[in-house]
């Protein structure tokens, strides 16, 4: 497997543009099942996970065509007619977003066989919600062997459904499924993250009649079909977060280019709080530090809350900050398994339930490390880029999940960090 290899201590300095965001683009990726005409994606992140659903949705019959355009790299996904309506455990296991092809599966076909997604390292995320929102609008299910085997013979009917705490997954899940379905339905306590209104306005341009996304109670006055369409995808959040909060601990200046400041605004008062000069422009967010880092306390939460996925960066920030910081996740049940890896740096982290109490330190070395999973690994580069001395991060794969070109980015601002070429690596559920 690859690994990565970081001297650290050289302050960044420089432009990093931001890319498509993986949380949207699987996302319509899977949209694109609802038509069986072309929907082209553009600002489309090159990824494992975008790579993963690409060889997912081809078993069903979509021609995918990539190549480069105004709006960066583009996506052609074409599905004239559902040629299979199973998605393979070896599949489904390897990204657990795939499970989401099962809605528009079902609303174009009126049948389907996913398997189930199984377990995961940061939690036990289980797909309960999924299945209790495609049963409300009219899908049969039943389970056996691992499958979920869903039927609507004569369609999905709207439906009231509200959730009993936020979703993300289901929320999206039931908004695709719905868009086809017969009468209205209306979603309560649904996410309001950007990545779902990306969705969403992406559903209302292929022909969808979607209103209130961005809100807790979507409607969704079902159509009779979907037509193609070009979609931009909207900026990766999570990515500009993680380059904002490696800027801050690295120090130095770094500019984001091709993002929208007010998708990643708690984080920015939080990075200005830790003692960070952050200027927003319209579509860059210059973040610049030369002073010390002030201890700041962070809860996650629903968006626009403190999103669970800056958490682990956010953690590294902290542990060479002048004082003690708290960090609560409330999202997942156990996504501080970073905590162990940047102990190994020399941060003095103690973890009580779902807090961690995080005790500044003047300095951290470098040192082996592994992540089991994407935005931890990321944590780990961010800590690298700061420690004295060479920080190797193993299993390299999970950053390639979400992160496009990581290493050209930051190398590109004056960081020292190169890939070592290992074997291709077998994915695993994250
Ligand atoms: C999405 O996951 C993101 N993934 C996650 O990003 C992100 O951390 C998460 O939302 C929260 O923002 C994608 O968009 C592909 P949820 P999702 O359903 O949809 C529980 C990354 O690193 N739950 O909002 O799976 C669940 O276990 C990833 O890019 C149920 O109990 O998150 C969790 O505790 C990691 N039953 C909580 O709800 C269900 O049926 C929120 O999960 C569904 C969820």
Redesign the pocket.
């Known amino acids: 497997m690859d690994r990565i290899a970081i001297e650290g201590g050289t302050p960044l300095f420089g432009d990093i543009p931001v890319s498509g965001a993986?949380?949207s683009a699987?996302?319509l990726m899977a949209a694109s099942l609802l038509t069986s005409e072309p929907v082209r994606l553009t600002n489309m992140p090159r990824l494992a996970d975008t790579r993963l659903l690409g060889r997912l949705l081809t078993r069903f019959g979509t021609q995918i065509t990539e190549s480069d355009g105004a709006d960066g790299q583009e996506t052609l996904l074409h599905t004239p007619e559902i040629t299979s309506a199973f998605a393979p455990y070896d599949l489904v296991r390897q990204m657990?977003?795939s499970f989401n092809v099962l809605g528009p599966l079902i609303a174009r076909t009126g049948h389907a066989k996913v398997s189930l997604p199984g377990g995961c390292t940061?939690?036990?995320?289980?797909?309960?919600?999924?299945?209790?929102a495609l049963e409300a609008l009219g899908a049969h299910i039943d389970m056996h062997e691992g499958y979920v085997f869903a039927q609507a013979p004569r369609g999905l009917k709207g439906a009231e459904i509200e959730f009993p705490?936020?979703?993300?997954?289901?929320?999206?899940h039931a908004l695709m499924a719905a868009v086809l379905a017969h009468g209205t339905t209306v979603l309560k306590n649904a996410?309001c993250?950007p990545?779902i209104s990306d969705l969403a306005e992406c559903l209302n341009a292929m022909g969808a009649k979607v209103s209130g996304h961005g809100t807790t109670t979507i409607v969704v006055e079902g159509v009779a079909s979907l037509h193609g369409t070009d979609w931009s995808v909207i900026c990766d959040r999570?990515e500009a977060g993680t380059y904002a909060v490696a800027g801050a601990m690295a120090g130095g200046e770094v500019r984001l280019t091709k993002v929208r400041p007010e998708l990643i605004s708690i984080l920015l008062d939080k990075l200005v709080e830790a003692g960070c000069e952050v200027h927003r422009g319209f579509d860059t967010v210059t973040i610049k530090r030369s002073g010390a880092i002030k201890p700041v306390d962070v809860t996650t939460d629903?968006?626009p809350g403190f999103?669970?996925?800056l958490q682990a960066q956010f953690m590294a920030l902290m542990t060479l900050a002048t004082g003690e910081s708290v960090i609560k996740e409330t999202?997942?049940?156990n996504r501080f398994m970073h905590v162990p890896e940047l102990g190994r740096l020399g941060a003095d982290i103690r973890v009580t339930g779902s807090e961690a109490r995080v005790h500044g330190v003047a300095e951290l070395r470098g040192a082996q490390v592994m992540a089991t999973?994407?935005?931890a690994s990321a944590c780990l580069v961010i800590a690298g880029l700061a420690a004295r001395g060479e920080t190797t991060v193993n299993r390299v794969y999970h950053l390639d999940r979400?992160f496009e070109n990581l290493e050209g980015k930051l190398s590109a601002c004056g960081a020292k960090i190169r890939r070592i070429k290992g074997d291709t690596p077998v994915m695993e559920d994250?």
């Open positions: 993986k949380n699987i996302k657990r977003a940061i939690g036990a995320r289980p797909v309960d919600l999924h299945l209790k705490f936020v979703s993300v997954g289901a929320t999206e996410a993250e990545e999570i629903v968006y999103a669970t996925d999202i997942f049940e999973d994407l935005r979400g994250e």
